[in-house]
T-cell receptor, first 113, second 115 residues
């Protein structure tokens, strides 16, 4: 079956540091890939997505590139802020069923001033 | 526009009891999915409903059931509650069940505690 593996956390960075959160996946076919963010006490918010190989998703300074050859979708940001502190989830969805996503276990990011 | 709403926000139940969780999708969205998020883990898919029919079911026991109403709102029912059912239950809605570019929008969740 499908699976998503994220780098283990928690990750603690200083403000303005570079962020990378690794995500690899196992799936048949060509799923779409997503990064979601969850702030304390809230539901998930879509951060960015990519629907085919070599696509780059980007939003709010975050980027991730769909790498089919390495089955990866690593999240990056050049300069993190305290407000980026949250839990980040990598997920995949097959185009045949848009309402069923497989999630990784999440990576907790804490950014210190 | 209102986002996905869920009720109740928090719930405490005793082992063996039954619980009903409710979800109202974004207006115009016909697909509703339910996920269970245990503390420290990612959401796990439970059910998806589209146009009032079950479109998908995750690896959960028959104690879990759901339905979707004509107005596209949905209920998740869990019978014979176990301690392990304690989790955040998330509802997500999307315009369509088949087109992945129509992203899922998540509600804030219902926190269920089973004692």
């Amino acid at each position: 079956g499908d699976s998503v593996t994220q780098m283990e956390g928690p990750v603690t960075l200083s403000e303005e540091a570079f962020l990378t959160i690794n995500c690899t996946y196992t799936a048949t076919g060509y799923p779409s890939l997503f990064w979601y963010v969850q702030y304390p006490g809230e539901g998930l918010q879509l951060l960015l997505k990519a629907t085919k190989a070599d696509d780059k998703g980007s939003n709010k300074g975050f980027e991730a590139t769909y790498r089919k050859e390495t089955t990866s979708f690593h999240l990056e940001k050049g300069s993190v802020q305290v407000s980026d502190s949250a839990v980040y989830f990598c997920a995949l969805t097959h185009n045949t069923n848009a309402g069923k996503s497989t999630f990784g276990d999440g990576t907790t990011l804490t950014v210190k001033p | 526009d209102a986002g996905v709403t869920q009720s109740p926000t928090h719930l405490i139940k005793t082992r063996g009891q039954h619980v009903t969780l409710r979800c109202s999708p974004i207006s115009g969205h016909k697909s509703v999915s339910w996920y269970q998020q245990v503390l420290g883990q990612g959401p796990q898919f439970i059910f998806q409903y589209y146009e009032k029919e079950e479109r998908g079911r995750g690896n959960f026991p028959d104690r879990f059931s759901a339905r979707q109403f004509p107005n596209y709102s949905s209920e998740l029912n869990v019978n014979a509650l176990l301690l392990g059912d304690s989790a955040l239950y998330l509802c997500a809605s999307s315009l369509d069940a088949f087109v992945v570019i129509y992203e899922q929008y998540f509600g804030p969740g219902t926190r269920l505690t089973v004692t």
